[in-house]
């Protein structure tokens, strides 16, 4: 269980090892959504997504472990990298073949082990689980976990903090460890508030799982949303109830509107995002989501894409 206390208190405990990132105004988006539209610029956060918070929080409240480990398309492993890093706890992140060198570049350049293990995302969750039972490592998640859930959620506190009178949130969804934070979050002081949230057309394991009524595999495709690959887990704890019960409404985007997404966030707004980020941007555009309701949020969870793959989508070879 998470409650909307946990992510208070979680606030305070990352405070200090995040940065509290900055809320602008999208005039280009609000004239195309019919109403105001605020980026959440997330993906200016420490390492480059929004996962810092999760796993800060996560990390923070171990006690006596060998070491971290994780098993992640990116993002996470990135953050929980640094996490460890900042408490001195060696961290081993475990990641499959999909996932780009220049976040495994990262990710050594913490000081940390990326241990490459087989084509999926639950393989190489495989491999972390095999850490904490044989080597006294303590595995924590990308997202179906209490105190990441937990950390994403401080999120959520910030965007109203800052747009008391926020109508809706768009949410990247992929685990569904950001949307069910920032959604209980938000939802606890604003039962009214619409979440909604945005996944890739190619592989949304959670739109799928949501569909079937339980969670569900489903094959991993290559997409411009990377960080929305992966699985949800057969086993999934939280984050698929949590979904369930918090989203108001799915959308999902083909590749091409997520590339207008990112060229838009450029062009219009200056802000250099990956796919992932730049679902809301997306959907905005291909007239897939609106602001009729009162101001609308975006949150721009991250910003890492290999820069020649954002050059090109930018020429419009994608
Ligand atoms: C992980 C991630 C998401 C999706 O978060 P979930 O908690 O898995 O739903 C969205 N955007 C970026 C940049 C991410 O790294």
Known sequence: MVTADDIRVA???IGSMITRTPMRPAPALSALAKGEV???CEHLQETGSFKLRGASNAAARLGDVA????ASTGNHGRALAHAAKQ???PAVICVSRLVPQNKLD???ELGAEARVVGASQDEAFKEAIRLKRDEGFALIPPFDHPDVIAGQGTLGLEILDEIPDAASIAIPLSGGGLLAGVALAAKSRRPDLRIVGISME???AMAASIAAGHPVEIEELPTLADSLGGGIGLQNRLTFQMTRELMDE???LNEDEIAEGIRHLSRQSGEFVEGAAAVGAGAIIAR????TDGPLILILSGRNIDPDRHAAIMRGDT
């Open 202 to 204: 190619r592989g949304a």
């Open 11 to 13: 606030a305070e405990r």
């Open 87 to 89: 408490l001195n706890l």
């Open 288 to 291: 897939k989501l609106r602001a």
């Open 106 to 108: 990262a990710i050594t």
């Open 250 to 252: 799915l959308v999902l």
């Open 38 to 40: 605020w980026l959440k």
């Open 67 to 70: 070491g971290v480990t994780t």
